[in-house]
Every structure is written in structure tokens, then in C-alpha cells.
């Protein structure tokens, strides 16, 4: 084996990248607009509303900022949960070698679509709508050289 991961997966890991990817993005944007105006308006019309109005609008205020963060943080920690414990990736000449407790998978390079560099992490798409996600804690100082590596096995 040229390489050889244990590919361990956080939450935190899956936060990061989904916030970053969301906050990046039209959508993230239009949350930004989206809280400027909520809490503009909560500013010029809470004095005059019901109760039930400024709770709602205290609620606007805080969907945006802490409510969507503990959303996707519970989505990243169900990811997380999926992936195995023990899980080890090894890229060599025959291909990616998957280990997971007792069950080993041999996946042979023809069967890798392309090597997504996400910033956070490195995606090898496989066939069929597969993939395995290695984190950059993971990877460390080997990580640029494992993206050439499998670039030039898959090329």
C-alpha cells in the first residue's frame, strides 16, 4: 500500500464543510438577507406588536444565527454515526483497499469516477453513486500528494 488512512469522521468535520459549503452558496446569501431584514424589522416594529408578534419576531432573529446551526449540526452528527469506527482506506497499484472490522473490499481504480478536492476533505467518487470521504486532519501532510497519486491512477 502506497497510502493507508484511518478514516475517522467527527461531527465537527461535517459541520464545518456543510456550513462552509452553505455560506458559500446563493442560499446562504439569501439567509443573510433574510436575518438583516428580520432583525431590521424587530427593531422598528417590536415596540408596537402583540406579544405573540415579538416572540415571533425573536424567533426570526434566532433562526438564521443559532437555530439552522444546531440543525446542521445534528444532520453532520448522523453522518458521522454512519460511518464505521474502524474504518481504513488504503490506495496501492490494485486500487482502493477498504477494511471496516473483518469485511475487506477491494475497489479497483477503473471503478473511481474522479477525486473531488473540497477544501476540508477529499471525496473519491466511486461508480454507482459511492464514495468515501478523507478529512484533512486524516490525511495531514500526505494529503496533496495523495490527490496527485490517485489523479494519475485514474487518468
Not at 42 to 64: D, G
Not at 111 to 135: A, N, P, Q, S
Amino acid at each position: 500500500m502506497e497510502y493507508r488512512f484511518h478514516a475517522e469522521a467527527a461531527p465537527l468535520d461535517f459541520f464545518k464543510m456543510s456550513m462552509k459549503k452553505m455560506y458559500s452558496s446563493p442560499l446562504g446569501v439569501c439567509n443573510i438577507v433574510f436575518f438583516i431584514a428580520a432583525v431590521l424589522l424587530t427593531v422598528k416594529f417590536f415596540s408596537v406588536a402583540s406579544p405573540l408578534a415579538q416572540a415571533f419576531m425573536i424567533l426570526m432573529c434566532l433562526l438564521i444565527p443559532v437555530v439552522q446551526p444546531v440543525g446542521v449540526y445534528f444532520r453532520a452528527k448522523s453522518y458521522a454515526l454512519a460511518i464505521p469506527k474502524d474504518l481504513t482506506i488504503g490506495a496501492g497499484r490494485d486500487g482502493i483497499h477498504v477494511e471496516t472490522g473483518e469485511k475487506t473490499e477491494q475497489v479497483v481504480w477503473s471503478k473511481v469516477i474522479k477525486v473531488i478536492d473540497t477544501g476540508d476533505c477529499v471525496v473519491l467518487k466511486l461508480e454507482g453513486g459511492t464514495g468515501y470521504f478523507l478529512f484533512n486532519r486524516v490525511l495531514g501532510d500526505k494529503r496533496k500528494s495523495f490527490i496527485d497519486y490517485v489523479n494519475r491512477q485514474i487518468g
